[in-house]
């Protein structure tokens, strides 16, 4: 049966209140065939998620309606191991020590979370410099060490690779600081010890599980990822929402802070349009800059302005930028057919996505390929 998981808008309750109404559900569920298996509640952002075993959507409405009359707000399907990964729990936390709650279980638990995005970008490049041997020593070394920031400061990992780290952590503090001692300590570690420069770039945003998409954590995922994806090399760029927490849970502002930066509400607007136009086109030749204005909603010059601003470079740098990063993925995932990759990523041309390739990263396609192998 599917498992579920509910938005709940309810500002002006407490703790005691939602228990009352979870504890309603749970006299009736059985009516519905339902099966409430916990929930999470944050009385300062008036939000509570409710995760529930249900045949349909429209059984765990019409429970809430009979039980209390509170429908929720938004419904999407979840993978229970993802929630558990992301939230810690799947179940009820343990009752404090002491507790007296006259036969309910009061607790609050907020599910707002600080997802960290960390890219070792053209890490794929290393084996090239290195061989092989001494880049699996080099990934293992630094993946042991991203993994000990992060459970150090009270995070978990919900995904990696070799190349790309995602992290979730409670505590906003917790989250930039962790990034501020990766940085430090990956720069201490391969500059000086391995004789390479492997530097991360790294994007943390907050939000919480349910919003406009119906992707569980999706849209905070996303921008996080697009926060890393233009963070300078050895950079760290936080949204705004986790840019004012930390500057009130830490009375200073991130500025403070070496190498990291925060949008603000302008720029973060800018930064989901970008995106959204850069996927949309960015493997169609017939890429032209005014497409990618109108994609956009701006002008040339405001485009050149903001994107100079946001990246340091021209839309047309930018394009092409993206796409040779594409070209890196897809060459080390099938290395068999060079002109079918440039074709793939926009490149009219093999010869001048060679060129390209070359330039960027001081080897051609097929010396990339051969150094791999």
């Not at 993802?82 to 007296?100: C, K, N, Y």
């Not at 600081?177 to 990956?186: F, L």
């Not at 302008?266 to 959204?276: K, V, Y």
């Amino acid at each position: 049966m599917p498992i579920c998981m509910e938005r709940h808008d309810i500002k002006g309750v407490t703790a005691e209140d939602v228990a009352r109404v979870h504890q309603k559900d749970l006299e009736i569920q059985h009516l519905y065939n339902c099966r409430g298996l916990t929930y999470w509640f944050d009385e300062e952002r008036g939000t509570a998620f409710c995760l529930v075993e249900a045949p349909d959507r429209q059984s765990l409405q019409d429970m809430h309606d009979d039980a209390h009359g509170m429908v929720p707000h938004q419904i999407i399907e979840v993978d229970d191991k993802l929630v558990e990964a992301f939230l810690g729990r799947i179940e009820d936390p343990e009752p404090a020590a002491g507790s007296t709650d006259l036969g309910l279980h009061i607790f609050e638990d907020p599910a707002y979370r600080s997802i960290m995005i960390l890219e070792l970008k053209e890490a794929a490049l290393i084996p090239t410099e290195t061989g092989l041997t001494k880049a699996r020593e080099i990934f293992s070394k630094l993946n042991n060490l991203i993994q000990d920031s992060i459970t150090m400061h009270g995070g978990r990992v919900v995904n990696s690779t070799y190349q790309k780290f995602t992290a979730v952590f409670t505590s906003i503090s917790n989250s930039v600081e962790c990034a501020v001692n990766i940085q430090e300590r990956m720069k201490d570690q391969t500059e000086k010890k391995d004789g390479v420069s492997v530097y991360p770039c790294i994007g943390i945003n907050g939000g919480e599980p349910v919003t406009e998409s119906d992707e569980f954590f999706g849209e905070t995922v996303q921008f996080a990822e697009r926060l890393s994806y233009i963070a300078d090399h050895g950079h760290i760029l936080v949204s705004s929402d986790v840019g004012e927490h930390y500057r009130q849970e830490n009375l200073r502002e991130l500025s403070e802070e070496k190498f990291l930066d925060t949008l603000n509400y302008q720029e973060e607007e800018f930064l989901d349009r970008l995106m959204d136009a850069t996927e949309k086109i960015w493997n169609l030749d017939e890429f032209s800059v005014g497409n990618y204005c109108r994609l956009i909603g701006e002008s040339k010059s405001q485009l050149y302005r903001n994107l100079k601003h946001l990246t340091g470079r021209s839309a047309t740098e930018f394009m092409k930028e993206f796409r040779l990063n594409r070209a890196l993925d897809l060459i080390e995932e099938k290395p068999d057919n060079i002109s079918q990759i440039a074709y793939e990523t926009g490149f009219n041309n093999p010869s001048y996505f060679s060129k390209c390739f070359k330039e960027r990263y001081g080897l051609l396609p097929s010396e990339f390929i051969d150094r791999l192998n």
